[in-house]
Nanobody
């Protein structure tokens, strides 16, 4: 497993942008598929975006497609989530996750998780 630490969350207004970062420890980072998930108050955790180890495949939830971009820098052991045109409904705790086995939108495929970072979007 890798250890993952998210940063970059905060309080912003609707229409603003934020970039989340997730720093990983571990020599096998570059072989992991990575994903971002989020959990809003009172709701289940949901998939946001995923990227494979070579960065040639990405996937997004319909709710964020066209507004969010996932990317990774294997040299820096870091994955990013650029979030533009933020909406109040994007308010949630955002989690970074890593999967040794598959590039997937499916949460159980991920075996490493960060502690989460809060994103709050005011209207």
């Amino acid at each position: 497993q890798v250890q993952l630490i998210e940063s970059g969350g905060g309080l912003v207004q609707a229409g603003d942008s934020l970039r989340l970062s997730c720093a990983a420890s571990g020599r096998t980072f570059s072989s992991y598929a990575l994903g971002w998930f989020r959990q809003a108050p009172g709701k289940e955790r949901e998939f946001v975006a995923a990227i494979n180890w070579r960065s040639d495949k990405t996937s997004y939830a319909d709710s964020v497609k066209g507004r969010f971009t996932i990317s990774r820098d294997n040299a820096k052991n870091t994955v990013y989530l650029q979030m533009n045109s933020l909406k109040p409904e994007d308010t949630a705790v955002y989690y970074c996750a890593g999967s040794r086995t598959a590039y997937s939108n499916y949460e159980p495929m991920y075996d490493s998780w960060g502690q989460g970072t809060q994103v709050t979007v005011s209207s």
